[in-house]
Nanobody, 130 residues
Framework: QVQLVESGGGSVQAGGSLRLSCVAS????????MGWFRQTPGKEREGVAI???????????RYTEAVKGRFTISQGNDKNTVYLQMNSLKPEDIGMYYC????????????????????WGQGTQVTVSS
């Protein structure tokens, strides 16, 4: 079973940056889809970005429209760590950010469906003040 541990959340002013990290432990899969969702009170969880991590290659990504050009998802050299670099943060980016994962190749057509992901981290809070 994969365990996901996030870090890197915090509070910044609008226009600032944060980098979130997610380490997948007990990861022995050759291919895994990992990414980030976020949620604010009263709203459904929203897919932010995903990346296909593969021991031989991988690295294909998808982003929700609201973060394109500001956020970058990437994988570490060890392939079991995923980062979310968040620049030009806005108040609407506020939320609890969850690392997610599912074995195999990402389902690119439905990647933003939260039901697709088998594993979830505990979440890390991001707060942006205007």
């Amino acid at each position: 079973q994969v365990q996901l541990v996030e870090s890197g959340g915090g509070s910044v002013q609008a226009g600032g940056s944060l980098r979130l990290s997610c380490v997948a432990s007990r990861y022995t899969l050759s291919s895994i889809c990992m990414g980030w969702f976020r949620q604010t009170p009263g709203k459904e969880r929203e897919g932010v970005a995903i990346i296909h991590s593969d021991l031989s290659s991988g690295g294909t990504t998808r982003y929700t429209e609201a973060v394109k050009g500001r956020f970058t998802i990437s994988q570490g050299n060890d392939k079991n760590t995923v980062y979310l670099q968040m620049n030009s943060l806005k108040p609407e980016d506020i939320g609890m950010y969850y690392c997610v994962a599912v074995p195999g190749i990402c389902r690119w057509g439905s990647w933003s469906d939260a039901r697709y992901y088998s594993y979830w981290g505990q979440g890390t809070q991001v707060t942006v003040s205007s």
